[in-house]
């Protein structure tokens, strides 16, 4: 089974701090995605990774940033967290295009 | 983009069959459409893929017009546990037009 695990379930985190979400799959896949889940809204697409160092830019990447040093890690940045990033935050890989979607348990993150 | 719109909220009995549409106007030619099923406080799981006519898994089935625009999901005989929110995905290989929907609210009663 792929297994695609997320550092934390839960962060809180203050106004203006550097916040790390940590992404590992364990399958070789190529491709792997941050969203943010938030109620009415759905999920929407942060940004995504094709490759190790490659990302693309999804919807709404506007005060993130990502890291993929390695093929199984992709991280999730926030630079200086703000309280209208408080969210569900899920991290999923896949093995090429049109490829199923494997989801993390997801980190809830309160910023405060 | 291909922006995909769904019922928020649908409501059935168990031993039902359920049909959740999604409509998806603006699909373009390399798209493929995917639907998850979520439960709270997990990720999103895979249930069924198509790119048209019908695909059918030990789950569900997957109806897709010839024109593309809507596709539904279709849920045999339901129980307690498919409570669960269903969201369409429609994409391809690039993933830079990945738009999930708003997700649709099924509620099983018993």
């Known amino acids: 089974d792929v297994k695609v695990t997320q550092s934390s379930r839960y962060l809180v985190k203050r106004t203006g701090e550097k916040v790390f979400l940590e992404c590992v799959q364990d399958?070789?896949?190529?491709?792997m995605f941050w969203y943010r889940q938030d109620p009415g809204l759905g999920l929407r697409l942060i940004y995504f990774?094709?490759?190790?160092?490659?990302?693309e830019k999804g919807d709404i990447p506007e005060g993130y940033s990502v890291s993929r040093e390695k093929k199984e890690r992709f991280s999730l940045i926030l630079e200086s967290a703000s309280t209208n990033q408080t969210s569900m935050y899920l991290c999923?890989?896949?093995?090429?295009?049109?490829?199923?979607?494997?989801f993390g348990p997801g980190t809830r993150l309160l910023v405060l | 983009l291909a922006k995909t719109t769904q019922p928020i909220s649908m409501d059935s009995y168990e031993g039902q069959e359920v049909n959740i549409t999604c409509s998806h106007n603006?699909?373009?030619?390399?798209?493929?459409i995917t639907w998850y099923q979520q439960f709270p406080s997990q990720g999103p799981r895979f249930i069924i893929q198509?790119?048209?006519t019908k695909v059918t898994n030990e789950v569900a089935s997957l109806f897709i017009p010839a024109d593309r625009k809507s596709s539904t999901l279709s849920l045999p005989r339901v129980s307690l546990s498919d409570t669960a929110v269903y969201y369409c995905?429609?994409?391809?290989?690039?993933?830079?037009?990945?738009?999930f929907g708003k997700g649709t609210m099924l509620l099983v009663s018993p």
């Open positions: 603006n699909i373009a030619t390399n798209d493929y």
């Open positions: 198509g790119y048209k």
């Open positions: 995905l429609v994409g391809d290989e690039g993933y830079s037009t990945l738009t």
């Open positions: 990774s094709y490759d190790v160092k490659m990302k």
């Open positions: 399958m070789d896949h190529e491709n």
């Open positions: 999923a890989s896949s093995s090429g295009g049109n490829g199923v979607q494997y």
